[in-house]
Nanobody, 115 residues
Framework: QVQLVESGGGLVQPGGSLRLSCAVSRSIFTFDRMGWYRQAPGKERELVAL???????SYADAVKGRFTISKDNAKNTVYLQMNNLKSEDTAVYHCNGRDNGMDYWGKGTLVTVSS
């Protein structure tokens, strides 16, 4: 069973930065894609950013220009660099991996943006 463990969440002031990490229990080299999703209180889970096997990235409009997704195949880790954070970015952030049609999820890490 593949395990994904997120870390790096916390409390940050508006305009601040955080870097989330997602450690995967096996090689991510063969994963079709990796991604970050978030779920705010009372809202549905939404896509934040994706990175494909080949390194192509895509982002939700709400985070374009502020967030950057990356991966380190050697470390089996996916990152989400979040800059210029806003209160509306407050959510639980979940890591996702898709491999041969199977979706794997982490339990999430809480990001709170507040002054």
């Amino acid at each position: 069973q593949v395990q994904l463990v997120e870390s790096g969440g916390g409390l940050v002031q508006p305009g601040g930065s955080l870097r989330l990490s997602c450690a995967v229990s096996r090689s991510i080299f063969t994963f079709d894609r990796m991604g970050w999703y978030r779920q705010a209180p009372g809202k549905e889970r939404e896509l934040v950013a994706l990175i494909t096997w080949g390194g192509t990235t895509s982002y939700a409009d709400a985070v374009k220009g502020r967030f950057t997704i990356s991966k380190d195949n050697a470390k089996n880790t996916v990152y989400l660099q979040m800059n210029n954070l806003k209160s509306e970015d407050t959510a639980v952030y979940h890591c996702n991996g898709r491999d041969n049609g199977m979706d794997y999820w982490g339990k999430g890490t809480l990001v709170t943006v507040s002054s």
